[in-house]
């Protein structure tokens, strides 16, 4: 079931540019881990697969690093902030919350991919467009990112919103991600120590993870990705939709 997590959680970010963190803290949590290991086993792997996929951006020239820095810096202080909430409160009052979150998650991505011509790339580069609210996008991306995994979904519509380039989008936004994914593991290191974190689980996740990589960088290219983004969000929405409805008693 892990491995199955790191499988489909690769192939959704490697598809859409956005959906490990959410895709596989919803398959985690469903198995009855503790939202605590889910987001230290999620943040670890996102470090992980972060620095391999984000090394091909660094090379071709994807990644603004004055805006990777503006959105890296408050998005490092946001996942302090959301690993502080997360460690505060009870696990079972918290599990309601992440799922709500997750919802809300589910209907950003929905709306980014409701129509056709949303898969239409914008062409400006980092200098034409404005920087303003980057800063406020990715203070609320790392308090997401430390709670549920969820940076992506978050971040980059802002940045397509105001008509950054696809490419500098995802190479940009996936830099300042490694940034805020060592944050939230640091933050959450004495869990790391208690052993909320299983190491078992974690090679799982990586291994489904390396070996999505390549079918889903084939995805990527055969795949509309108008129907992916709708069937993400439809996964998300049916698994969060159905814990809540257990959370109340609706069966």
């Keep these: ?3 199955l997590a790191g499988f489909l959680a690769c192939m959704v970010d490697g598809s859409l540019g956005m959906g490990f963190g959410p895709t596989s803290s919803t398959i ?11 987001s230290a086993t999620v943040n670890i792997a996102k470090v992980a697969t972060g620095v391999v996929g984000g090394l091909p951006h ?7 690093r004055r805006l990777a820095v503006r959105m890296a810096v408050p998005g490092m202080v946001g996942a302090l902030v959301g690993v502080t909430v ?19 998650v589910a209907l950003r991505i929905l709306f980014r991919f409701r129509r056709s011509n949303q ?3 914008t062409q400006c580069s980092p200098e034409e467009v404005s920087l303003r609210g980057v800063g406020a996008a990715g203070f609320a991306g790392g308090v997401t990112n430390g709670l549920i995994g969820a940076w992506g979904p978050v971040v980059t519509p802002v940045l397509l919103h105001k008509g950054l380039s696809a490419r500098y989008t995802v190479g ?3 830099a300042a991600e490694v940034a805020v994914a060592v944050i939230s593991v640091g933050s ?3 869990a790391i120590q208690g052993g909320d974190v299983e190491v078992g689980i974690l090679v799982a996740m990586l291994i489904g993870g390396v070996a999505a990589a390549p079918l889903a960088a084939l995805l990527a290219r055969r ?3 108008q129907k992916m983004g709708i069937a993400v969000a439809g996964l998300l929405l049916f698994t969060n939709v159905r814990e809540l409805a257990g959370w109340f008693g609706l069966g």
């Design 28 to 38: 985690l949590l469903g198995t009855g881990m503790s939202p605590v290991s889910v």
């Design 188 to 190: 959450l290191f004495g």
């Design 58 to 64: 660094w090379r071709f020239g994807n990644v603004d």
């Design 223 to 225: 795949l509309p990705q």
């Design 172 to 174: 940009s936004v996936n």
């Design 119 to 121: 898969a239409v790339q």
């Design 86 to 104: 997360l460690r505060s409160i009870d696990a079972s009052a918290l599990r309601p919350l992440l799922a709500t979150m997750l919802i809300v």
């Design 1 to 3: 079931m892990v491995a």
